[in-house]
Structure formats: C-alpha cells, structure tokens
C-alpha cells in the first residue's frame, strides 16, 4: 500500500479567462456574485462538507450531483443552514438536491440529528471557523460514526482552528504542512485479502496512532482469528487459515462493513454484523444490496433491522451488480481472491475513491 500524502495549505488565485475547475470528484463553475455552480457526481462527503462553505459566500451558489447523490438526504443539513443565516432553495424534492444557498452564513446554535450522517455535523464544524458567530452544535440523538467526528476535530486543530467537541469559536485557519494518512477505508480490503487467503499484508501510515476510526477493522479481523500487529505507524494482518464467525457492532467503521461480509463467507460459523443500519441510505441500501448479491452467489444470507447475517459458504461463480457503489465492487472482489468464476459488473465504479484499485488487487496474486 502507498503511504500518505503530504500536503501544504495554501491559496491560488483563479487564472483570468478560466472560469472552470476540476473539484475532486465533481466540476465547478464561477457564477454571479461570487458564488459557484458545483457538481459533486456521486460524492456524499464532498456535497455534504461543501455546502456550507458555499453559505460563507455572500453569492448565490448552487449544489447539485448525480441522479444517485439527489437520492441521498440533505434535509438535516438544509435546515441547519437556515438557522444559522443562510438563505437556502430546494429547486427539486425537498431535503434532496439540488439546492441554491446564499450566504452569509452568520453561526450561532444549531440542534440536528446524529443518528443520519457524521457528514452534517463535520460539515458544519469544518466551516465553523468562518462564521461570524462561531458554532454551537446540540445533537438531538446519539452520533453515528464518532470516529469521523473526532478526525474532523483533530484536523481543525492541526491547522488552527478553536474547537471544543461540537462547538467552534470564529478565527479562521492558518496554513500548515499536513501528512495525510492513507485511506483506512481503503486499507481494509487489502487486509481482508491478507485474511482469506492467509497471506500477509503491511500498510505503512496507519496504526495506533491513526486518526481514521476504519484502521479498527484490523481488530475484526483479529477476532475473527486472524494475528494482527500494529505499530504506531503501521498495521499489519497475517491470514492463519483459520477464520471464525463473531457477532460484531460495526456503527464506528461502518465503511467496511461490505469488506466483512465477504470475509466472512470463509468462517467456519456465521458472522452477525449490528449496529449499522443507517447505511441503507449510502450510494445505495448496502445491506440490502450485499445481502441480495450474496445470495445471488449461493451464500445464505440475511438482512437484519440494523445490519446482516453471513453464514459461510462456497460462492457459485456469480456476476455481480454493484449498483453503483464502489465498495460493493471492491468488497465483492475479494471472493475472486479464493473462488473462480467471478465477475464484477461496472468495475470503473470504484474510480470515486481508488482507480487504482484492480491493479493493486492483483498484484497481490
């Protein structure tokens, strides 16, 4: 695995005549005013991070993505905006994209749900610093992913910013250089990989002393039997041959939740993953969809009302459908690692976070 990439904040002015950039996994455009016309594709967190930085802009800008990311609610979000200054439009369903917001975003106290998304609330403390009034966010039911929210507060500090848990004091960010840490979420199937196939997989930048709630999926992975070892700076999973069924809550690293599934076809008792029942509204209702693409495969599996049921199984040579979401095709992969036969429908899917992804997968081979 590469190791992280080092960063430098800085600023570069728009080059005259060149109204249009690139913005990582989408397109924006200059408008009027000094907003932006912003397109984020199919990016939850970017959509969700981005919008109220838009509402710090005293233009008109609008926000809008794929026909998958209008899907995703925004509601929470919308609402939060309002209370906090911004003037917000919903131009198509309401609570969905796409929506126009006017800026500026003034702060002051805002109350939303944590059970949804960690993206609302690190949206908002990421654009704290630049509200007037500072944040002073209440959650009115218990945060999923806590881990996201702790990295977002974590980076706020590295480059200036005055944050105590959910409230943000106004004051801006200085520029820093910042190591950023390979993508925990990522890592996992790779060292799935490493657990299936009893191999050994070593990823350098993670490790106790990561920031990322996913590097937690090592631990899974160790009790499920496999020897793990970890540095501050490293882990690293050895497959034993041996892999054993647990029952586990997965609501801090749920990102790779698909990525257990697929390791847990080759334990010897079923695997009962809790607690994450609020990813039925990610790119698509991956409970539904892993379990659905399991069983199409011959595996016995089941949805639960928070998460799924594996039980383990030789898998037919399948085709998948991946329903547009890159970890249903990077997860879903790790089958062909031990069994012949499979097939991954629209592969160029996992391009949102990894394109790199299939060459790397066999490389390990």
Not at 16 to 27: I, N, V
Not at 118 to 142: I, K, Y
Not at 194 to 213: D, F, K, N, P, Y
Not at 266 to 274: E, F, Q
Request: proline share 6%.
């Amino acid at each position: 695995m590469r190791s992280g990439r080092r960063w430098t904040s800085t600023r570069t002015p728009a080059r005259h005549g060149s109204p249009e950039w690139r913005a990582g996994d989408g397109r924006a455009q200059l408008g009027a005013g000094g907003g932006v016309h912003l397109d984020a594709r199919q990016s939850g967190t970017t959509s969700r991070f981005v919008l109220p930085a838009l509402a710090l802009l005293p233009g008109r800008s609008v926000l809008d993505g794929s026909s998958q990311l209008r899907a995703r609610p925004f509601g929470p979000l919308v609402e939060a905006l309002r209370e906090l200054g911004a003037r917000v439009e919903e131009l198509g369903v309401p609570g969905r994209l796409p929506v126009a917001v006017t800026g500026p975003l003034e702060g002051g106290s805002v109350a939303l749900p944590g059970h949804l998304s960690s993206q609302f609330l690190s949206g908002l403390l990421l654009a704290g610093p630049l509200m007037r009034d500072g944040l002073r966010a209440e959650l009115t039911s218990a945060p999923v992913s806590v881990p996201y929210l702790e990295m977002t507060a974590a980076v706020m500090r590295s480059f200036g910013a005055d944050v105590d848990g959910v409230h943000v004091r106004p004051g801006g960010y200085t520029g820093v250089e910042y190591d950023v840490e390979p993508d925990a979420s990522a890592a996992s199937y790779f060292l799935g990989a490493a657990a299936v196939t009893g191999g050994r997989i070593t990823v350098e930048g993670l490790g106790s002393a990561s920031l990322q709630g996913d590097v937690g999926f090592a631990d899974v992975l160790e009790r499920m039997g496999a020897r793990l070892e970890r540095t501050a700076n490293s882990v690293t999973v050895t497959g034993t041959g041996r892999l054993s069924g647990i029952d586990v809550d997965m609501a801090d690293i749920s990102d790779t939740a698909q990525t257990l599934a697929a390791v847990a076809v080759h334990a010897d008792g079923p695997t009962r993953v809790r607690g994450i029942g609020f990813i039925r509204g990610k790119e698509t209702d991956r409970i539904a969809a892993v379990v659905a693409e399991l069983r199409r495969a011959g595996i016995e599996a089941s949805e639960d009302p928070d998460g799924f049921t594996v039980h383990p199984g030789t898998p037919a040579p399948t085709r998948f459908a991946t329903y547009e979401d890159h970890r249903m095709a990077m997860s879903l992969a790790l089958l062909g690692l031990r069994h012949s036969g499979m097939e991954i429908s629209d592969p160029s899917c996992v391009a949102k976070t990894y394109p790199e992804f299939f060459t790397d997968l066999a490389a390990l081979a």
